[in-house]
């Protein structure tokens, strides 16, 4: 009873490392986000993967001048991490980089982005499905007061994105939420 008791939160441990590569291996289901936040001292990264039909409710290339504005106007809604994860005000955050990995962008690059860099791939299948990929970096003066993370900006800008997998990692601890509009925050601290 007590070695296995003692062998258990080892076990929980090795679980939660590797559920980010089984999501991501996972079955392909339509409006829930996949979401990676590690804070490291002053730092905060995080890591968005949400399939097309939550972002633009489409997973092809635009087809006319609307869709890809559609896309464009996404891709911009995407890149301002603060409008989509709030930080605690106390932290004193601030983004420095976002990047955007657009499915299906191809000789679209749009114009007036010249702060920072997108990545455009066109090597996502015509038929398949494509994932929108925007990975954030934050610099804040306290991170330590980084003790959760609110993603009602999220739910708010794309409403087909119905739920959340967030995993995240702090300097002293890790596990994971499931989040929704209306439940959309949650503490990084195991509960
Ligand atoms: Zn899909």
Same mark, same amino acid.
């Given at each position: 009873m007590t070695s296995s008791a003692?062998? !258990? &939160? =080892?076990?929980?441990? !090795? =679980?939660a490392l590797f559920s980010p590569a089984c999501l991501a291996h996972g079955a392909h289901v339509h409006g829930v986000a996949n979401v990676?936040? =590690? #804070?490291?001292?002053d730092s905060v990264q995080i890591q968005l993967t949400a399939d097309g039909e939550g972002i633009v409710g489409f997973e092809r290339a635009p087809r006319d001048a609307a869709e890809q504005a559609k896309v464009d106007? $996404? #891709?911009? #809604?995407? #890149?301002?991490? &603060? !409008?989509l994860f709030a930080l605690p005000a106390a932290a004193g955050c601030r983004q420095v980089s976002s990047v955007a990995e657009v499915?299906? $962008?191809g000789a679209a690059e749009a114009a007036g982005e010249s702060d920072d860099r997108d990545h455009h791939h066109d090597d996502a299948k015509a038929d398949g499905h494509a994932d929108w990929k925007v990975s954030y970096v934050f610099r804040c003066v306290r991170g330590a007061a980084v003790d959760g993370v609110d993603l009602a900006g999220l739910f708010g800008a794309f409403p087909d994105i119905t739920r !959340?997998?967030?995993q995240w990692i702090t300097d002293d601890a890790q596990s994971g939420a499931e989040l929704a509009p209306g439940r959309s925050r949650t503490a990084l601290v195991v509960q």
């Open positions: 003692g062998l !258990a &939160p =080892v076990l929980w441990i !090795a =679980v990676e936040l =590690v #804070r490291e001292r106007a $996404a #891709r911009s #809604r995407l #890149r301002q991490g &603060p !409008a499915p299906h $962008a !959340a997998e967030l």
